[in-house]
């Protein structure tokens, strides 16, 4: 029996907690933002542990990939489940927890074998006696559109199947999620998720290279609704000019393309170096369309990061993402995390950078045990993808805690 159905055997045992009232109804469509943050708050505080089993906590990493970023995760044991047929064999390689009442799991969940794979090992610990298991997600698939075979028939993993192989932990960090509803679907299932975002991890690395980012010589720009959030948080540690776009007009017509850009901000792109941040790069198809544009409207330069590449190769006589980010826009870097291990190869191109997520993963880790509530500390404002006018003042917690 595979590792998936061995978990499934075991599925009343993966409900962290009791849905939200009216869950039923709010997970075929987005819930109020009042309700899904300030809900999500409360989730979080009430499934934190004491600072005590917070700090002896071990931390444990399911790495069966050579180039993700769990493998650089500072960890006190590191398990390699890709060769074992379920979840018995599996329970084998776990580390003796018994006594132990909290863990961190790490690990990067890229296919229907990754999801299994952590909800029998997360499972393993609750027999062991684990209480709170707090996982850190680098990735996991939260994009339903892409329930689909692309690229050379990889199959892409559907939200639901996500969130439901996380419901076997009490506290999820997920990094990067594709939109509000992840947030929202977790909280209907009653799940403590907080999204972040390696926003900042994206702009040091440019730093690094040199980058400005003078205000009169530079502006970003948000390609489309799904990236706006990102764009915010981008923002407030840059303070750019910023352009929001979607990526097609609504259904009355109206709405920001950056094909349609109103007269006012094409004249905020010529002359300038543009920015431009995204969750995903598939074929990067979308990149030489912006840049196409952008080009027209008299832009310098375009400098593009992304926190999960694929990069697709070429199919249906369309260009692969080698072509497309060789736009003649593009003349420096492009810049991508390590969070999944991508389908193509990036050492295919030398202008690819890589930004190493563990020593972002080993901050978190050292924050939380601190006690840091991280939707309200200002320093961690700009890592958590939560609108910042949703985020509550700072409450007491516990004593215990």
């Not at 039923?24 to 469509?29: A, D, I, L, V």
């Not at 084998?92 to 799991?105: E, F, Q």
């Not at 431009?276 to 979308?286: H, Q």
């Amino acid at each position: 029996m595979g590792l998936l159905e061995d978990a499934n055997k075991n599925k009343s045992l993966m409900t962290s907690g009791t849905p939200t009232a009216g869950s039923r109804e709010r997970s075929n469509g987005h819930q109020p933002p009042e309700v899904s943050f300030l809900g999500l708050q409360e989730l979080w505080r009430q499934r934190t542990p004491s600072a005590g089993d917070r700090r002896s906590a071990p931390v444990i990493v399911l790495d069966n990939r050579r180039d993700d970023c769990c493998a650089d995760v500072r960890s006190d044991h590191v398990i390699n489940p890709g060769y074992y047929e379920d979840s018995h064999d599996l329970r084998a390689t776990l580390p003796y927890l018994r006594g132990v009442t909290a863990v961190y799991l790490v690990a990067s969940l890229q296919n229907s074998d990754d999801l299994a794979m952590f909800t029998a090992a997360a499972l393993s610990m609750r027999d062991q006696g684990v209480k709170s298991i707090t996982a850190i997600i680098p990735f996991a698939p939260t994009r339903e559109d892409y329930a689909k075979e692309i690229d050379g028939g990889t199959k892409v993993v559907t939200l639901n199947a996500t969130i439901h192989a996380l419901t076997t932990a009490q506290r999820i960090l997920l990094y990067q999620p594709h939109s509000q509803a992840t947030t929202d679907k977790a909280l209907s299932r009653g799940l403590s998720l907080l999204p972040l975002t390696p926003t900042g991890e994206l702009i040091d690395a440019m730093r690094a290279d040199g980058h400005d980012f003078d205000p009169t010589t530079s502006v970003y720009v948000c390609p489309d609704k799904g990236s706006q959030l990102m764009g915010r948080k981008a923002n407030s540690l840059l303070n750019l000019p910023i352009i929001y776009c979607d990526k097609k007009r609504g259904d009355d017509g109206f709405g920001v393309t950056l094909a349609n850009l109103p007269r006012r901000q094409r004249r905020l792109i010529r002359g300038r170096r543009v920015y431009m941040l995204d969750d995903m790069l598939v074929s990067g198809s979308t990149v030489w369309e912006n840049a196409d544009l952008l080009s027209g409207y008299g832009a310098t330069d375009l400098t593009v990061g992304f926190v999960h590449p694929y990069l697709a190769n070429s199919n249906n006589n369309s260009k692969g993402w080698q072509e497309n980010l060789h736009h003649p826009l593009i003349q420096g870097r492009v810049y991508r995390t390590d969070t999944r291990v991508p389908v193509g190869d990036p050492r295919l191109d030398q202008r690819i950078r890589r930004v190493r997520m563990a020593p972002s993963i080993d901050r978190v880790i050292e924050a939380d045990r601190a006690g840091v509530d991280f939707m309200t500390d200002p320093d961690w404002r700009s890592s958590v993808l939560l609108p910042d006018s949703y985020v509550l003042q700072p409450t007491p917690l516990a004593a215990s805690r």
